[in-house]
């Protein structure tokens, strides 16, 4: 074996390149003091990514109101759909479609106060579900913001609840890779 060389022309002792690579593998093991540690900014839970906290504050209140909590399973709240479609738009790199939300969010708070003269999270509960039965009502053929909004909420909505935990466990009861019985047992072909 050959000795490596020091660029000043130096020969490196295979006792020196040992201690050298142990050095470098040793290093990422010590801790850092406090005094040289880069201040680290504390992670906040549940703080919104891309919606501000009311326009976040409404979009949890509209997928409750779409997939409310029943006796069978937990609703949209509990499954974090607001987070998860806040999570995604934060990523998002169609700024067309992060503004649709945003319009949409501001449409269903301006249709709010048509109807009941107030914004949508300071009107009463039935009032809350008129507002949202007037924007499905266009579902089909949406003609106004809110009417549009509403196809793009319940679809965000409806995705995000059904690929949760809550929406496959609890709600549509999958048991994951168990043997089926029954009629859809499918067929032993041994």
Same mark, same amino acid.
């Given at each position: 074996?050959?000795?490596?060389?020091?660029?000043?022309?130096?020969?490196?002792?295979?006792?020196?390149?040992?201690?050298?690579?142990?050095?470098?593998?040793?290093?990422?093991?010590?801790?850092?003091?406090?005094?040289?540690?880069?201040?680290?900014?504390?992670?906040?839970?549940?703080?919104?990514?891309?919606?501000? +906290?009311?326009?976040? /504050?409404? =979009?949890? $209140?509209?997928? #409750?109101?779409?997939?409310? %909590?029943?006796?069978? @399973?937990?609703? *949209?709240?509990?499954?974090?759909?607001? +987070?998860?479609?806040? /999570?995604? =738009?934060? $990523?998002?790199? #169609?700024?067309?479609?992060? %503004?649709?939300?945003? @319009?949409?969010? *501001?449409?269903?708070?301006?249709?709010?106060?048509q109807l009941?003269?107030?914004?949508?999270?300071?009107?009463?509960?039935?009032?809350?579900?008129?507002?949202?039965?007037?924007? *499905?009502?266009?579902?089909?053929?949406?003609?106004?913001?809110?009417?549009?909004f509403f196809?793009?909420?319940?679809?965000?909505?409806?995705?995000?609840?059904?690929?949760?935990?809550?929406?496959?466990?609890?709600?549509?009861?999958?048991?994951?890779?168990?043997?089926?019985?029954?009629?859809?047992?499918?067929?032993?072909?041994?």
């Amino acid at each position: 074996m050959t000795d490596a060389t020091h660029p000043q022309g130096d020969s490196l002792s295979r006792r020196e390149m040992l201690e050298v690579t142990a050095a470098a593998l040793a290093a990422p093991l010590l801790k850092v003091g406090p005094a040289t540690a880069p201040p680290v900014a504390p992670i906040v839970q549940g703080a919104p990514k891309f919606f501000t +906290a009311p326009e976040f /504050a409404l =979009l949890d $209140e509209l997928a #409750e109101l779409i997939i409310p %909590a029943d006796a069978h @399973s937990p609703g *949209a709240r509990a499954a974090g759909v607001a +987070a998860y479609l806040d /999570a995604r =738009l934060a $990523e998002s790199l #169609e700024p067309e479609q992060q %503004a649709s939300w945003r @319009s949409g969010l *501001a449409a269903v708070d301006a249709l709010s106060q048509q109807l009941n003269g107030k914004a949508f999270l300071q009107a009463a509960a039935d009032q809350r579900v008129a507002v949202l039965t007037q924007m *499905a009502a266009g579902e089909h053929g949406p003609k106004t913001p809110a009417e549009r909004f509403f196809q793009e909420l319940k679809g965000g909505t409806v995705r995000a609840y059904y690929t949760s935990k809550i929406g496959i466990h609890a709600d549509q009861e999958y048991k994951g890779n168990v043997y089926q019985r029954g009629d859809y047992a499918g067929y032993d072909a041994t």
